[in-house]
C-alpha cells in the first residue's frame, strides 16, 4: 500500500473541508495505512509583464512561510496526523499518493500519482480549473453531480468525510426563552437577504464556541449556503434551521434526492422540518461512523488505480 500525503490548510473548525481533509489522514493512519500531511503554502502562479511585481511578492512571502513554519499550529493535537515537513520535500514517486481537494491547482509537489477530492463543485471558489491528466477523481458525495474530465479517472464511490462534535454542539444549557437569529452566508454570498437581520449574528467567521453559543441562544438559523453541516449542526442546538432556497432550484434538485432531515427549505417548511429535528443527532452520528468504511474503499480503490497505471 501507497503512502498518502494529504495537502491542506492548517487546521481549523470554521471550514468543514479542511476539517475533512484532516480526519481524513487521521482515519488513513487510523485504519492502518500511512498518511502525512502537507501545508498547502505552495499555488500555481501564472507569471507575466503585467503582474511580475505581486509574483515576486508572493514567492518572498511563501519563502518566509517555509521557514517559520511550525507544524504545532498546523495541526490538531486531537488527530493522529503526522506532518511532512516542507524542506523534506523530495521526489514523490510512485511509492505515494497525494490528495489535493479541487481547489487546488495544477500539481504543485510535482507527483506521480494524484488524487483530486472533489468537495465541491471545481471552479465554484476560484473560477478556474486546473487538473492534470492521468489523475484519480472521487466526490465527496452526490450532491454536486457527477464532474468528469475524459482524461481522468472518477471513482463511482465517495469519500465522505465528516466529523461532528456533539460536545459542543447541543442544546445542554440553552435558555427556555430564544430571541433573534443567526445566518452564515459562505458559499451563497450574492443572495439577496432575505430574513429580518435586526438582532442576527452572522457566524461565518466566528469559532466554533462563540457559533455554538450562538446557535443556543436564538430562535432560528438561516443557511443561505445550501450545502452547509451548519444547518444541522443549529437543530442540534435547539433553534429552527431554514435553508435559504437557490433561484429556480427545487428541494429535490438542491440536494440531488439526498434531502437532510430536520431542516426547512424556505421558512413555510419550519413545522415540517421540526417533525424530524429528533432525528438529526443519530443520523449525523451514522454518517460520521461511516467515514471508516468510505476510506478503507478509497484507499484499495486509489492504491490499485495506480498499481494498474504503472504496469
Not at 468543514?16 to 500555481?44: Q, R
Not at 450532491?143 to 462534535?165: A, I, K
Request: hydrophobic letters at 40%; a negative charge; charged letters at 20%.
Amino acid at each position: 500500500m501507497r503512502k498518502f500525503l494529504i495537502y491542506a490548510s492548517p487546521y481549523t473548525r470554521k471550514w468543514g473541508g479542511v476539517i475533512s481533509l484532516h480526519k481524513l489522514c487521521h482515519l488513513i493512519n487510523e485504519v492502518g495505512g500511512t498518511a502525512f500531511m502537507h501545508p498547502n503554502y505552495l499555488d500555481v502562479v501564472d507569471a507575466n509583464f503585467a503582474n511580475i511585481d505581486a509574483v515576486v511578492e508572493y514567492a518572498r512571502s511563501q519563502w518566509n512561510f517555509v521557514q517559520t513554519f511550525d507544524e504545532r499550529g498546523y495541526v490538531s493535537p486531537k488527530l493522529n496526523t503526522p506532518v511532512r515537513h516542507i524542506l523534506n520535500d523530495g521526489q514523490y514517486g510512485d511509492d505515494w499518493i497525494i490528495v489535493y481537494p479541487e481547489i487546488t491547482a495544477g500539481n504543485p509537489l510535482g507527483a506521480k500519482n494524484v488524487v483530486r477530492w472533489l468537495m465541491h463543485i471545481p471552479g465554484f471558489h476560484t473560477g478556474r480549473i486546473n487538473f492534470g491528466q492521468n489523475e484519480y477523481h472521487i466526490r465527496f458525495n452526490g450532491t454536486f453531480g457527477e464532474f468528469h474530465l475524459p482524461t481522468c479517472y472518477l471513482s463511482q464511490n465517495y469519500l465522505m468525510v465528516m466529523d461532528y462534535d456533539f460536545d459542543l454542539f447541543n442544546a445542554d444549557g440553552a435558555p427556555t426563552q430564544r430571541s433573534g437569529s443567526a445566518y452564515l452566508i459562505k458559499k451563497g454570498f450574492g443572495k439577496p437577504m432575505q430574513h429580518d437581520l435586526t438582532d442576527s449574528i452572522q457566524i461565518d467567521n466566528l469559532e466554533q464556541e462563540e457559533i455554538a453559543r450562538a446557535l443556543k441562544s436564538v430562535k432560528t438559523f438561516y443557511s443561505y449556503d445550501t450545502q452547509s453541516a451548519y444547518s444541522q449542526l443549529a437543530v442540534l442546538c435547539g433553534c429552527d434551521s431554514v435553508v435559504i432556497p437557490d433561484d429556480g432550484v427545487s428541494k429535490t434538485q438542491c440536494w440531488n434526492g439526498e434531502i437532510p432531515i430536520g431542516i426547512a427549505y424556505g421558512v413555510e417548511e419550519i413545522a415540517q422540518a421540526r417533525e424530524s429535528a429528533h432525528l438529526v443527532k443519530p443520523h449525523l452520528q451514522e454518517i460520521k461512523d461511516s467515514a471508516v468504511g468510505y476510506v478503507l474503499d478509497f484507499m484499495k480503490e486509489a492504491d490499485a488505480f495506480f498499481d494498474a497505471k504503472t504496469g
